[in-house]
């Protein structure tokens, strides 16, 4: 078996003449240049087979081997309030953008009032209003050299979100970004592309949200890159809710400055195969990263974790939680890399990993990755891999609770340790329901009240 | 109540329990004491439905039906309780949760309404109050980071939630500090009465000294080797395992009398 697979290589250069003939005629040179360069880069890697240790779990040939339809913003499909309405969490008072097939749509999304200087837009009008700011930050973060989808990202980038933080912003309420796949009959293919540029001493919450709205096969590749300038705040969600026969590949690159804060929860519930690549440089002295995750995989879906954190100067603290839930035939792979840098001396940095395997045929695999180069470091790791404890199951069973509503109790209170870490209330609540549904049970009602 | 019949148990190919009969009635309270290694907790996780256990031969009716055909969850809805020697720690579900999804489900499977929140919580603070648990363990995770006394509390205020027609009491007082033991036995004498049978197991007869039992059973080795009143537990502090242990295997009588 070959390293990469080319045979659709031509479908993504066709596609892409296309798409430059469409939107780039106004295009300034060095985003031309940039996507030019991207898409060279694509034809040159193609896409990983599992011969490349990257991807050694995660079988991506389905992906490889469809027929994508790259649309323009007139193919997007119609998508109802209901749609949005179902992702809004219970009504969260939120900057909402929405954007449907991976364009933005104005109609659907709601813009509240923000600070002076700050910037909340669609990336396709930033395009057009902040061309020095874009210049100076996209594609900075999120290489695309050795990374074939991201290099897809970078070529076919048109839309998604642009967040501006000046200097001392602060927004108090959540920024929603909710990308919804409408209900297209042919496969089809969306780069949603967001860009967060947080200044100094600025802070915000934002959520991620990428969600389907028919049972349709269909394909998110998207990238969001994070420029945390010294001392900002940014708190961050990511749900993830695709379609149950959609494929998911999504990168978030974090460039963290001196005393930056940035915390992460991702939790992924939807898609059939899902690779998330979240990583974080600290980039400067006393810096806090945080990435969590919780993934939850029943049927056949394959759910991905690969995340990188990059101590790449001193004082740095990192922490990593993710936990997996696996039922029915689902796979998981947790792949967690940490660098220390030479330079990267009193480093705390600690990951931990969970899987939790509730069936015979569900399956994990788990690799912790250090690289440390400093010598006055802390890092530890740990991965758990376990079913779940019988004793507890007894423990249950003997005051009165039947098996099955015993098996579901433990899992969700398995998971909700990241879910009670979702500072955001209604996000929260949102989370423990879907766990709820996702385990197929009603009978929980009330758990998560007391 | 309760009788177990030539009661034979395995576990991973060694023999436990060599044939063990007792018969309980409602409103008795039993003590089954022995050394460690007798087989007495083995007795008490049978009883509850662990199914580490193999049972090779022998039966136990409780009620009139086959205890050893339910699971050990119908058990408990049927009204058996376990109170845990060691209760499992069980990280995100509150012990409130716990309590009163038990409870709903003991309620429903006897046709009663389930009790909401509010109802609950006010009857939870009661039952606490008694035992004297401090109403912030309620909202804690279920005996996560508990001390040894409060485990057992927890243990005891569980059951005078469930309200089991049986309960069996394995080592409750293991790691108990005179205070703590004196509460745990208080809880456990408030819920004696006619229609409720209690099972102490137990290595020493310090807890037998709050809670006086009507009968007492010496397990050695698989077997109930001597069963009397509790004058026998005193005969036991006097002479120790070790004195009965020789006695009996030098007499040889025949001890398995019923009760």
Redesign the interface.
Known sequence: MALAIKENNQLYITSFEEFEKNINGEAKNWLKDLRRQALTRFDELGFPTTRHEEWKYTNISPIAKENFIHGTESDAGLVQKDAVKKFDYDGLDAHTLVFVDGHFNADLSLIGDLPEGVKVKSLAEAFQTDTDLLEQHLARYAPFQDDSFTALSTAFMNDGAYIYLPENAVIEKPIHLLFLASDRNEPFITYPRNLIIAGKHSKATIIETYAGTSDNRYFTNCVTEVFCDENAYIEHFKVQEESSNAYHISTTRVNQLANSNFVSNALDFGGLIVRNNPGAILNGEGVESTLNGLYLGTGRQLIDNHTTIDHAKPHCNSHELYKGVLDGSARGVFNGKIFVRLDAQKTDAKQTNQALLLSNTATIDTKPQLEIFADDVKCTHGATIGQL?Q??M??????????D??RD??T???A??IIDRITIKELRDYCHHRVLVKLQQDRLE??D?? | MLEIKNLHVEVEGTEILKGVNLNIKAGEVHAIMGPNGSGKSTLAQVISGRDVYDVTNGEISYLGKDLLDMEPDERAREGVFMAFQYPVEIPGVTNSYFLKTGLNEIRKHHGLETLDAADFLKFIKEKAKLLDIEPDMLNRSVNEGFSGGEKKRNEILQMAVLEPKLAIMDETDSGLDIDALRIVADGVNRLRNEDRAIIIVTHYQRLLNYIVPDYIHILLNGKIVKSGDKQLAFELEEKGYDQIKADYSSIKTKLEETV
């Open positions: 404890d004793d507890a007894f423990y249950l069973q003997t005051r009165g609770i039947e098996r509503m015993a109790i433990l969700y209170a398995f909700s340790d009330g758990i009240k007391e």
